[in-house]
């Protein structure tokens, strides 16, 4: 006889079970129709499609990590088949990116990112955009047009949200009636003004010293902005020179505090498109070397990068080549490299003749202007001036069109003032801001803002087969302003700063300054051949981390806000060190790259044993930031209480100790001065701490921290457990619903290195350990046989969650490893595991 399913069980317990069957199948159901959507939108990787408008057929070959290969007889066909193959993967990346740059987000996401749009709107970056269009080269504009033209026919193909990818399904739970617009160039170029704005050097730390100036006596502020270490950090250019460490200049502005915090409010508030707004980022950079076949096993270059940027999830670069099948003056690409979903061409890799890599420069291109203003006109050199004005009509999903008034004056748009009450628009600013001052504004000067060229860069760059090439190409690198490193497979290697980088009639652009007399203005910008340039320098290398350009100057001012220096030195050191042992290889290149030695450790771990810690975890540790180290655990943990200790009770509100090298700096001075009064608290009554009293709390207050996440026993603590990355989505992965953070998140990653280290996992030591910002990709060239270079991204190719290539090389990036960078088209087919023919 046949028993019923549960028969044998009692009635509350039959009643569970079959509600829990139920509800299982439930979740499988759903979860089938989960995968179905999520799979309707994964790209066709092999067989044929149409791509209307191509002269002829297009091969698209993708290799295991779903990194596609292009192979066109046209520059048109080749860049409409890069802008279909991105879209294929990154269309959803590519419009919030396009909505964000235009200031339209609240177009997707309503009055939550109302804002933001203001911000956006305010600084003009679309209507800059448009504006660079006619200035760009025919090809440049020819390439931007093509580029549209493969994005918009997949777009035409892909007209429904499961089509497209599972975020539009997300979206149209709350906002059913959003339709992407057609894909034009300016979308793209106004992308290069968000990759600005990231990059954008010192306003930061314009806005904090002019704060910090309002607070402290001159000499005391001064100690907080330590020039760069000339005397034991190398530059770029020429070499380690003999000067002391160079101070900033600056005034001291009167009365203009509370206009200062409001523009911070709107510079914390702008979007990070690369991740690298708010919170301890001034010492975000990058890393590049490149070293000559004197020194290497080939006897030809290799060429090293890592940009350090934001993590996002997906990763913010795409890899891809661009070939044409016969290279000729008609067809010139044959260029492998990282690109930008979203923008024509390669940014950073290699063609068939020549390498490249970036690192931020980080010129002072931005000055901040405190302006009088009385109604709706501005005081000029004793004049009044009307106010430029114009309206921007912000439509708001769910909601009414929200009126935006922007205002500027002669040195650029308004700032201070765009989001209201800047005490509610940011959290935290309200400690910054006292009661409004009349009549004061601030205005932002920023290159960005002049319509450029830098889309003709990208460009030129792809197509250079020599060192002059390459000049002429970083002539039109307007901004954001880059060191570029240069090899070739002539065994030549280079080095050139370019930008738009601006002369100032009087003062350094460290403070804010007055808008009204007329004696701070930009008289005119550096011309290009005066920017530092080597090519082929007697030592056989070139290191570039965000370190001194060169030897400070009066022919030649780019900036005082260097990062100061640890990252590039320690290349210096494991370079010098590896040219000694042998020969430089690809390998070694790359061991560099993950070096995870913290250049503090060997100055401030002395005093912690003097004084004694409450543990062995200092002892015997050779400053090296592993992921299972656990003096790197404590270590880290003391610097983060310290600087809460040290700076906490004078500067909350004004600037925040990240942490980063120029902390470093700071704490080292002040280590020679253990009666400094930065070391006293305070807030404490009838006695003044000196250091050993604040080295020592700060080590206890460590070991109870530590004790309390990591366990009692020191031994075994380890610093990846607190040092862990998110991989986090752009849009909804911060979204407060688990189940749709669940989709598209991934993580948390064990990370080694630091903030400072060559390995630059960043964090902000005034909000915890986790990693905030990271080397974004990994690549070393091999001049001598290309086929034999590697590369990294953080996540993977694609941007549709649950594909396999949505997250496959995170794991790897994490120890890391490599992948074959392959470019031959003999490499490429013997790796490729899918094939896409695109047909007119």
């Known amino acids: ?49 149409r791509l209307p408008g191509l002269a002829a057929a297009v091969t698209v070959h993708r290799d295991a990590q779903g990194i596609p290969q292009i192979y066109a007889d046209s520059p048109a066909d080749l860049l409409k088949a890069q802008g279909y193959v991105h879209a294929q993967d990154r269309f959803w990346e590519m419009d919030f990116r396009r909505k964000t740059t235009a200031g339209r987000l609240s177009e997707l996401f309503g009055a939550s990112t109302l804002d933001i749009d203001k911000v956006v709107r305010t600084l003009g970056w679309r209507r800059t955009a448009e ?31 499961a089509e497209r990818s599972l975020e539009y399904g997300v979206l149209a739970l709350t906002n059913s009636g959003y339709e992407p617009e057609p ?7 106004a992308w290069l003004k968000a990759m600005a704005w990231d990059l954008r050097s010192n306003m930061e730390s314009e806005i904090d010293r002019a704060l910090v100036a309002a607070r402290l006596p001159a000499e005391r502020a001064a100690q907080l902005y330590p020039g760069y270490p000339f005397d034991r950090h190398q530059t770029i250019v020429t070499g380690t020179g003999d000067e002391a460490a160079q101070e900033p200049k600056g005034g001291r502005p009167v009365g ?46 290799l060429l090293a990068n890592d940009p350090h940027l934001g993590p996002k999830m997906p990763s913010i670069w795409y890899q891809a080549g661009l ?11 044959d260029v492998t490299g990282y690109t930008f979903a979203g923008l024509p061409g390669v940014v950073i890799g290699h063609n068939d003749k020549i390498a490249w890599g970036f690192t931020n420069l980080g010129p002072d291109v931005s000055d901040l202007y405190l302006e009088r203003v009385k109604g709706d006109t501005v005081e000029v050199a004793g004049e009044w001036k009307p106010i430029q004005t114009r309206t921007e009509q912000i439509k708001v999903a ?38 409004k001052a009349e009549g004061l504004e601030v205005a932002l000067r920023w290159t960005a803002l002049d319509p450029g060229r830098t889309a003709d860069a990208i460009l030129l760059m792809n197509r250079a087969e020599n060192f002059e090439q390459f000049r002429e190409g970083a002539a039109s690198f307007e901004a954001p302003s880059q060191n570029l490193i240069y090899a070739d497979v002539e065994g030549n290697i280079g080095y050139q700063a370019p930008g738009k980088i601006p002369v100032r009639s009087e003062g350094d652009g460290t403070m804010p300054v007055p808008g009204w007399d007329g004696e701070h203005e930009w008289t005119g910008f550096v011309p290009f051949e005066k920017l530092p340039s080597v090519y082929n320098p007697s030592e056989g290398y070139i290191v570039t981390a965000n370190n001194a350009v060169a030897r400070p100057s009066e022919e030649l001012f780019l900036t005082s806000d260097w990062s100061h220096g640890y990252r590039s030195q320690r290349i210096v050191e494991r370079v010098k060190d590896t040219i ?44 090296g930031q592993g992921r299972d180290s656990a003096g790197a655990a404590y270590f880290n943990a003391v610097w983060r209480n310290l600087l809460e200790r040290v700076f906490e009770d004078e500067l909350s509100g004004a600037v925040a100790p990240g942490g980063n090298d120029r902390w470093y700096e700071v704490v080292r001075h002040l280590l020679d001065k253990p009666e400094d009064p930065f070391w006293d608290d305070v807030r404490t009554t009838g006695t003044a701490e000196r250091r050993d009293d604040m080295l020592k709390a700060a080590m206890a207050d460590a070991d109870a921290e530590l004790r309390e996440r990591l366990g009692d026993d020191p031994a075994r603590w380890a610093w990846g457990d607190l040092h862990t990355l998110d991989l986090t989505h752009e849009t909804f992965g911060t979204s407060g619903i688990a189940p749709i953070e669940w989709l598209f998140n991934r ?27 990271v080397p974004s990709m990994r690549m070393v060239v091999d001049l001598a046989d290309l086929d034999r270079s590697e590369w990294i991204n953080l996540t993977g190719a694609s941007g549709h969650a649950f594909h396999r290539n949505y997250d496959d090389q995170a794991e790897l990036w994490a120890e890391g490893r490599f992948t074959p960078m392959l470019s031959t088209e003999r490499a490429v087919r013997q790796a490729a595991e899918n094939t896409l023919t695109l047909v007119p």
């Open 1 to 49: 006889m046949r028993i019923a399913p549960f028969a044998r069980l009692s009635r509350p317990i039959r009643w569970i079970a079959r509600t829990v069957v139920v509800l299982l199948v439930l979740a499988v159901v759903l979860a089938g129709t989960v995968t179905w959507t999520v799979r309707r939108s994964f790209p066709q990787l092999s067989g044929e499609t």
């Open 747 to 773: 993580g948390p990653l064990s990370t080694g290195g630091g903030k400072d280290t060559v390995n630059a996992t960043g964090w902000d030591a005034t909000e915890g350990y986790q990693v905030n910002w």
């Open 398 to 435: 769910g909601g009414e069109t929200v009126e935006l008034e922007v205002r500027a004056t002669g040195h650029g748009p308004i700032i201070s003032g765009v989001l209201g009450d800047a005490r509610e628009a940011v959290p935290g600013a309200a400690a910054r801001l006292g009661e």
């Open 183 to 189: 894909w034009t160039p300016a979308d793209s170029l």
């Open 323 to 333: 070939h044409c099948r016969t290279k000729s003056a008609a067809c010139p690409y």
């Open 580 to 623: 000694a042992e042998g020969k430089m290889t690809v390998r070694t290149m790359g061991e560099i790259q993950m070096d995870d030695h913290n250049g503090l450790a060997p100055l401030l771990v002395p005093h912690l044993l003097r004084i004694g810690a409450p543990n062995d975890a200092l002892k015997g540790w050779d400053s």
């Open 131 to 161: 504006a660079e269009l006619p200035l760009l080269r025919p090809e440049t504009r020819q390439a931007l047009e093509d580029y549209a033209a493969g994005v918009n026919a997949w777009m035409a193909r892909h007209d429904g949200f």
């Open 256 to 301: 203009a505090a509370d206009a200062l915090a409001e523009a911070s409010a709107l510079v914390d508030a702008a979007p990070a498109l690369l991740g690298t707004a708010g919170g301890d980022f001034a010492g975000i950079g990058s890393n590049s070397w490149v070293v000559g076949g004197a020194h290497t096993a080939t006897g030809k270059p």
